[in-house]
């Protein structure tokens, strides 16, 4: 059975600086590489799910964009890690770009890309992991049968504060991408 990864981006595997962009703006955390590195050698299939609102919001172009995924799916590549697929929403309720000013069913903890990925890979993802610096990366995985893991990194630290009472509670607060994937390869 192929088992599949979701990742969120900035925060997660790249520090979260605001909007990011430029390519210049790209930080991978320290232990990202290691982390994904050691997901591939464990047979997972990495996905990485983002909302993307700054293009909505006009910071950016989707061209633009897209010169930064596929910047760091080359800085990833060039490490030897393998990305199966990089998803992405440029909508936002309240983008000031009009033709990304909408409620979608992409936009994170919508399952929209995940519903994609799984299509798209021809794989089940229920029970799949989700790691993220977010509530709604949490309540992204509840929403499709899978298990969130929250890392402190980007708004992590912010967002654990908000977790009592949430039916989308993570299975585990890790300090950072590699603490996450050390803790799966303890239970995998």
Known sequence: ?????????????????????KVEQIHLYEGTVPALRMLNEMG?????????????????NED?????????????????VSIERLYY??????????????QCACRKPATGMVVRAAQDLGVD???AYMIGDKLCDME???????RGILVL????????????GKPYAPVYLAADILDAVRWIKDRD
């Open 140 to 146: 992204l995985a509840y929403n499709f049968g899978g």
């Open 1 to 21: 059975m192929d088992k599949v990864i979701f990742l969120d981006r900035d925060g997660t595997i790249n520090r979260e600086d605001g909007y990011i962009t």
């Open 44 to 60: 997972y299939r990495i996905v990485i799910v983002s909302n993307q609102a700054g293009v909505g919001k006009g910071l950016l």
């Open 89 to 102: 929403c440029p909508h936002h309720p309240d983008a000031v770009v009009p033709v990304y000013r909408k």
């Open 64 to 80: 633009e964009l897209l010169k930064i995924n596929n910047a760091i799916l080359k800085i990833l590549a060039d490490q030897g």
């Open 125 to 127: 993802v229920r029970g």
């Open 153 to 164: 990194t980007g708004y992590g630290t912010k967002e654990q504060a908000l977790i009592d």
